[in-house]
């Protein structure tokens, strides 16, 4: 079974300063990641996705994620804060029997809330 | 071209009744999938519809069920409401199977009292 493990549920930075949200997932199989940002009372908005192609995924806003299989890591980093990233951020990975005809599958994480200090 | 749309975008239903919830997929999508969201958590994985046939389901009660009709649009359906079943309700769409564009709806916020 796949899971998905945010290791912080807060994270607090300065407008300006790099950002970090920490994700570990487990799969049985090659899974496929994503990182989604849920902004209040909106629906969820695809940052970036990693399908087994580079490792160092690049999305939008300036946002960029890495895959470490070693780690089972898929951190999600920003060099520079802005106070529009205040938002509720979730970690994804994909179940490897959607390929072809299976279930959707998609397991989220519990989410991150990125706070921005001015 | 618009997103995915979700209506109504609030509900406010009583204990025992049944509410239906709509979506309409981007056009040219022919997958749905619903998601629950309760408040603090992450969605969790409800069905999924593709050409119009049930492709997956998640870990939710018989009271919970769906359909996709033939413009690939699609309803989820709640029996016997529960004051559990308070949450928002996410439809996500995409093209086919195996394409990992999901798009997300703005959602249904559901208030069971």
């Known amino acids: 079974a796949q899971s998905v493990t945010q290791l912080d549920s807060h994270v607090s930075v300065s407008e300006g300063t790099p950002v970090l949200l920490r994700c570990n997932y487990s799969?049985?199989?090659?899974?496929?990641l994503f990182w989604y940002v849920q902004h209040p009372n909106k629906g969820l908005q695809l940052l970036l996705k990693?399908?087994?192609?580079?490792?160092l995924v690049k999305g939008i806003n300036g946002f960029e994620a890495e895959f470490k299989k070693s780690e089972t890591s898929f951190h999600l980093t920003k060099p520079s804060a802005h106070m529009s990233d205040a938002a509720e951020y979730f970690c994804?990975?994909?179940?490897?029997?959607?390929?072809?005809?299976?279930?959707?599958?998609?397991?989220f994480g519990k989410g991150t809330h990125l706070i921005i200090q001015p | 071209d618009a997103g995915v749309t979700q209506s109504p975008t609030h509900l406010i239903k009583t204990r025992g009744q049944q509410v239906t919830l709509r979506c309409s997929p981007i056009?040219?999508?022919?997958?749905v999938s619903w998601y629950q969201q309760v408040l603090g958590q992450g969605p969790q994985f409800i069905f999924q519809?593709?050409?119009?046939?049930?492709?997956g389901r998640g870990n939710f009660p018989d009271r919970f069920s769906a359909r996709q009709f033939p413009n690939y649009s699609s309803e989820l359906n709640v029996n016997a409401l529960l004051l559990g079943d308070s949450a928002l309700y996410l439809c996500?769409?995409?093209?086919?199977?195996?394409?990992?564009?999901?798009?997300f709806g703005s959602g249904t916020r559901l208030t069971v009292v």
């Open positions: 994804v990975v994909s179940d490897p029997k959607d390929s072809g005809g299976g279930a959707d599958g998609l397991t």
């Open positions: 056009s040219g999508h022919k997958s």
């Open positions: 990693y399908t087994s192609a580079a490792t």
């Open positions: 799969s049985s199989y090659s899974p496929s």
């Open positions: 519809y593709y050409e119009k046939e049930e492709r």
């Open positions: 996500a769409s995409r093209y086919r199977q195996g394409d990992y564009g999901y798009t």
